[in-house]
């Protein structure tokens, strides 16, 4: 794209200079030669090339996903992912920032926004669509190559936009079946002492209120389900990778890593409390 743009960009001023140092009020014939044809003719032949081009592709924009699909419904919201798993009854299976996805099987997005436009993206995968408040866009994939790709936010979208990304994982089918169905059961109860002081001190600085961990009492919907947090490759989209020191930054220095993101930041949480807490959270596979 750049050096499109910089051979574009070279024509366009050198075309500027040329017509600058014409002399005087008659025209040379090669004047009237660039203005016609690089003016007229030249942009009719390229657009309705293009327009030749594209106009067969349109009807696949509304062509329905093949039969099979994987459902899956992710919205934008300042700044992180909401990521629905739609099972095959439309049961809703919550995860956030973190995507998975069965190699060599067809899978569509629905695609939407809780607030502003945010551009649902996986470069390796496919195009951008964007995500629309009070709108529902569509994104259909064919993952063939098993790994972990990079996702992204492509529409400026305020402070933390550059901030707003997420994982992808291409499986294999039977693990993915297998990571699926552990995504749709309730968390486990902790186990360890410190996990279990960990959930008391997940209510009682509020936690709850913002963010669900289905099988317990918490069940606010505002920030992402924790549900599985420990299974999950980063924190706060993708911006650093899960380990309990970089959990215990992120719950002490929020506004540091990720300015403007909506959490509070836990920076006077005595460090046996965010200890505790960052076992719950981390063991929640
Ligand atoms: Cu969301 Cu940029």
Partial sequence: MSGG???IWLIVIGLAVYAIYQPGEHHPRTTKLLVIGGGAVFPTI???????????MLPDLHRPAPSGSLQIHVSGVLWWWRVDYIGPDGEKIATANEIRLPVDQPVEFKLDSEDVIHSFWIPSLGGKVDMIPGRQTRLQL??????TYRGACAEFCGKAHAQMNFDVVVMPVDEFDDWLARQSEPAKQPIEPDAIAGQQVFFKYGCSACHAVRGTDAKGKVGPDLTHFGSRLSIAASVLKNNPENLARWITQTHDVKPGAEMPQFDSLPDDDLQAMVAYLEQLK
């Fill in 46 to 56: 390229v657009l309705t090339g293009l327009l030749c081009f594209s106009l067969p």
């Fill in 5 to 7: 743009a910089v051979a």
């Fill in 142 to 147: 064919h993952p063939t190559r098993v790994g």
